[in-house]
């Protein structure tokens, strides 16, 4: 493998793959659909990584383990890019299509802790290359940074960026706690006002009592002045529920 | 009036401008576009109207050695026609502003057709954008190369041979040491290209002593009618400069120089601008400032502040 870390601050965009054959698509033709209509806010990337759902065989699944570099995005209609497919309800819908260098392997697998779901996640091949696990790519305001610090030197198995409800992937906690006898989520709710300006808006509160959840809500000042006494607020909430539950193995919906 | 800035957008560091990679890694100007349709969703959402994009989206598009990178644009035209659409449905005014090695003056021919070159391209991407006449390709004369009517002659004539989307999509910016904005007058005359006032370079650089309303207003009666002309504004940097010296020497402070910009746009200076211009034809403003889009806010809010009436007339 080549040494990546020359290019540490470049920047990586994590994909979804749904499908072994979109694997084998970039390894063996070199390229990747994002749909126009449906593409993330930000798709531009040096290298892609590539996120594995349980579509995969058992020990490839719920991983990051590859990633290629980008050679270009070029506009193409389903159809140009699965002619075998003509007929397909998406036939003319379009795509970018990225394509790539080699697929590599990364020095280790990414899993994702709790087997959960996620949508893109842009990041740098810093944060990729130094990730023990998914939670650990996202990049987000210096206050959450120093909250996530925290919470992995006290233990705390959270979930970052973690959807409220599936069908509504735009709303997330900023963190976390799925716990014995219920869920905290963490909303950080003058994000907008550090680094992240343009992220969208905080929950509704009837997203999070609908879902049961327990809200807490921080702010950035509050969180950056003092991430380790919101994590100690954390684990005594966590503690009154029975403790944080222990991964599965199971799919998180 | 719209408020534009420059190339790399402060507020979200973490969107690039176009695609750095050296030619080992494959760089390409789709990769650009994929950097600037992230951009562009940034100043919707930002409301900022106007933006300089980087000069270097196709990357060695026309380095003489490297032959492999010469059909970028052609290979994008697709995408080039996605991001222009997108920049129409965002109401943006896009520019690009070459950087100081393209010189179509020169006395040296093969410098003056690679100058020539890299200005075709540029104006190829416009149009590949299908951008409309307000998106242009911002150049300054050159240098004088100790013969200044021959020089200004030398640029008149080397745009004459110009592609015809080149000269349609160029326009000229007056300097703050060697040309200014009767020099560009006279270029004007004999071309018709559009000219770009820059109020900084004016300051430093006026030897007809015109006031600067009436080199503003010289230059805005350039641009054809429909069209809305575009100037540079930008403060001088008044920071005191320290150049670290080596291990046992003690640091200098260097003498400053009024042509560099400063961080932020001094709000005072700009009203005053804004004023003096009153009662000209509209415009929009470029800022050449070095915080760029942070500085574009901080203006805004300093306009509503200081002169709510000019902040009622920006657009975005």
Excluded at chain 1, 93 to 98: A, F, I, L, P, Q
Excluded at chain 1, 110 to 130: D, H, K, N, Y
Excluded at chain 2, 86 to 98: C, D, I, K, V, Y
């Amino acid at each position: 493998m080549r040494d990546l870390s020359e290019q540490a601050l470049s920047p990586v965009l994590v994909v979804v793959l749904n499908d072994p054959a979109d694997l084998a698509r970039a390894r063996e033709q070199g390229w990747y659909r994002i749909p126009l209509d449906r593409a993330p806010r930000r798709i531009a990337a040096e290298y892609l990584a590539f996120y594995q759902t349980g579509a995969f065989p058992p020990g490839e699944r719920w991983s990051v383990r590859w990633i290629a570099s980008v050679r270009g995005y070029h506009i193409a209609t389903r159809r140009e890019l699965i002619p075998a497919e003509p007929d397909h309800p998406r036939a003319d819908d379009r795509y970018y299509r990225v394509e790539l260098g080699a697929l590599e392997p990364l020095p280790h697998a990414i899993p994702s802790r709790w087997l959960r779901r996620i949508t893109f996640i842009p990041t740098t091949l810093t944060r990729l290359l130094g990730a023990v696990e998914i939670n650990d790519l996202w990049i987000k305001s210096t206050a959450q940074e120093r909250l996530w610090a925290a919470l992995k030197q006290a233990d705390v198995e959270a979930e970052r960026q973690y959807p409220l409800r599936e069908d509504l992937p735009e709303y997330v906690a900023d963190f976390a706690l799925i716990c014995r006898q219920g869920k905290v989520a963490v909303i950080v709710d003058d994000e907008s006002r550090e680094e992240d300006e343009l992220r969208e808006a905080p929950p509704p509160d009837y997203l999070l009592t609908a879902g049961d959840w327990i809200a807490m809500h921080v702010s950035c000042a509050s969180l950056s002045a003092d991430p380790g006494g919101w994590t100690a607020r954390l684990i005594d909430l966590a503690t009154a529920l029975d403790g944080v539950l222990p991964v599965t193995g199971s799919p998180v919906r | 009036m719209r408020l534009g800035f420059v190339v790399k957008p402060l507020v979200r560091p973490e969107l690039k401008s176009h695609d750095s990679r050296r030619w080992q890694n494959h760089p390409h100007l789709s990769v650009s576009l994929a950097y600037l349709r992230d951009v562009f969703a940034y100043l919707g959402e930002a409301q900022i109207s106007m933006y300089r994009m980087s000069s270097d989206l196709a990357p060695y598009v026309t380095h003489p050695e490297m032959p492999e990178f010469h059909g970028q644009v052609a290979e994008c035209a697709a995408e080039l026609a996605e991001i222009g659409r997108q920049a129409r449905q965002l109401g943006l005014r896009l520019s690009f502003h070459p950087a100081q090695h393209v010189v179509l003056n020169s006395p040296d021919d093969a410098l003056a057709g690679k100058s020539a070159g890299d200005l075709n391209t540029l104006a190829a991407l416009l149009d590949g954008m299908e951008l409309g006449p307000e998106a242009v390709v911002v150049t300054h004369l050159g240098g004088v190369y100790g013969d200044r009517e021959a020089a200004l002659a030398r640029f008149a004539t080397n745009f004459e041979h110009l592609a015809e989307i080149t000269q349609r999509r160029l326009a000229l910016e007056h300097d703050d040491t060697r040309f200014g904005v009767a020099d560009i007058m006279w270029v004007h005359a004999r071309t018709g290209i559009r000219l770009v006032f820059d109020n900084l370079h004016h300051r430093l650089y006026n030897p007809g002593d015109r006031t600067p309303r009436e080199a503003l207003a010289a230059c805005l009666a350039t641009w054809p009618a429909g069209v809305w002309p575009k100037v540079h504004f930008s403060s001088p940097r008044t920071e005191w400069l320290v150049e670290t010296a080596g291990a046992d020497e003690a640091p200098q402070v260097r003498r400053t120089r009024w042509a560099y910009h400063a961080d932020y746009v001094n709000p005072f200076e700009f009203i005053d601008f804004l004023r003096m211009a009153q009662g000209l034809r509209a415009f929009d403003i470029m800022l050449e400032v070095r915080a760029k889009d942070l500085a574009l806010q901080q203006l805004r809010e300093d306009l509503s502040r200081f002169a709510p009436d000019l902040a009622e007339t920006l657009m975005g």
